[in-house]
Each structure stands twice: as C-alpha cells, then as structure tokens.
T-cell receptor, first 112, second 115 residues
Framework: DADVTQTPRNRITKTGKRIMLECSQT?????MYWYRQDPGLGLQLIYY???????NKGEISDGYSVSRQAQAKFSLSLESAIPNQTALYFC???????????FGPGTRLTVL | DAKTTQPPSMDCAEGRAANLPCNHS???????VYWYRQIHSQGPQYIIH???NNETNEMASLIITEDRKSSTLILPHATLRDTAVYYC????????????????FGKGTKLSVIP
C-alpha cells in the first residue's frame, strides 16, 4: 500500500463550488504539506503543517484553506473554486528534520 | 533560499552515465543541495542531498564543487525509467523560521533517456 494517498485522483468541478482534497499518510510523520503544480512549471507550496495544532501558510495560500484532522490526515479546501485553480495538487509528508519529503500521487483538479 | 539554474533539457543514451548540472552561486553556508525528480505527472521523488562532501546512494551520486557554487547529479547507468524532470533545490536542512521547510521547485531539467 502507498505511504501517502490522495483522494480523489481526478476531479472536475464548476466555478463557485466548494471542493475538498484529502491526504492520508501511514509514515507516522508529523510534517505535512500541500503543493500545486501548473503545466510546465515547478511546484508551489500552498500550506504546511508541523503537527495537528500548527498550520502555516505557504507562498500561494489565497483561495485555499486546510484542516489537519489527525496526524495522518491533512485536507485542502477550495471554498469557491475558480478556473485558475485548475492544476495538479500534491500532498507530501516529512519527518521532524524535513530533509526528505514523500509525495502522494497527486490530484488533477479541473475547474470549469 | 538560493536560486538554482539548470539546463531545460538533456538527452542521454541508455546505459550511459547521465550528468545533470546545477548552478547555485548564491548558496549560503547552511544550505544543502537537494535533488528530486518527477516522472510524468507523478509525485516528485527524493534522490539525494548534500552539504559540501560528495554523496552517493543507491540511486545516484552528487558531486558538489569546492566553492559550493555548482553541483552535478550523476545517474551512473541511465535506464528508460530514469526519463523525468530533475529538480535541483537548495534549502536549509533544519527549521530556521517560517518557510524554511519549503522546497522551491524551479522548472528543472527534462532528461530523456534514449534507447
């Protein structure tokens, strides 16, 4: 079984809809991250969490919110989706050192 | 974090060594060099990291110049499965304030391994 899983893997939605992307990990890591990737570009950090009670904004947090329900679960929400949020979204985890991040398979989100 | 410069693309013959360069001329003394790769639309995969000494693991070798302003990732015997975008990232290894855990991915180098 994969260490980091993301659901759904693909989602098509309409402008204005609320969307939640979920991430679960079995690595026992405290650190979790959400990134987005636009076609042909690198990844940009949206939010990261050091533990259940510690959540921090990344470089592009506007229009997104997150919830760390448990050590193993970190959800990303788009409160009112817009077309320029169409992208590939990745969840990642790391241990305390943060040296190595382990990425999930990604969620491809399309906002029409 | 320091910026990195990588060639946009490279080709390598299958079975040969792939040498991927990276320039990071503004790297700070407490910043490490990390390499990740991303196989088409999959999640990025950690390869290796180092501070100033050369490093080797089961996937690759990392050669860092003495002045630390550039580095080379070496895949000793490239296979078709090594075709991917390779990202060179410099970052502090341990938490030192807000954002220090961020991996700043540029556009990377698209490596194509040719049969």
């Amino acid at each position: 079984d994969a260490d980091v899983t993301q659901t759904p893997r693909n989602r098509i939605t309409k402008t204005g809809k609320r969307i939640m992307l979920e991430c679960s990990q079995t690595k026992g890591h405290d650190r979790m991250y959400w990134y987005r990737q636009d076609p042909g570009l690198g990844l940009q950090l949206i939010y990261y969490s050091f533990d259940v009670k510690d959540i921090n904004k990344g470089e592009i947090s506007d229009g997104y919110s997150v919830s760390r329900q448990a050590q193993a679960k970190f959800s990303l929400s788009l409160e009112s989706a817009i077309p320029n949020q169409t992208a590939l979204y990745f969840c990642a985890t790391s241990d305390f050192s943060g040296v190595q991040q382990f990425f999930g398979p990604g969620t491809r989100l399309t906002v029409l | 974090d320091a910026k990195t410069t990588q060639p946009p693309s490279m080709d390598c013959a299958e079975g040969r060594a792939a040498n991927l360069p990276c320039n990071h001329s503004t790297i700070s003394g407490n910043e490490y060099v990390y390499w990740y790769r991303q196989i088409h639309s999959q999640g990025p995969q950690y390869i290796i990291h180092g501070l100033k000494n050369n490093e080797t693991n089961e996937m690759a070798s990392l050669i860092i110049t003495e002045d630390r302003k550039s580095s080379t990732l070496i895949l000793p015997h490239a296979t078709l499965r090594d075709t991917a975008v390779y990202y060179c990232i410099v970052r502090v290894a341990f938490y030192s304030g807000a954002g220090s855990y961020q991996l700043t991915f540029g556009k990377g180098t698209k490596l194509s391994v040719i049969p």
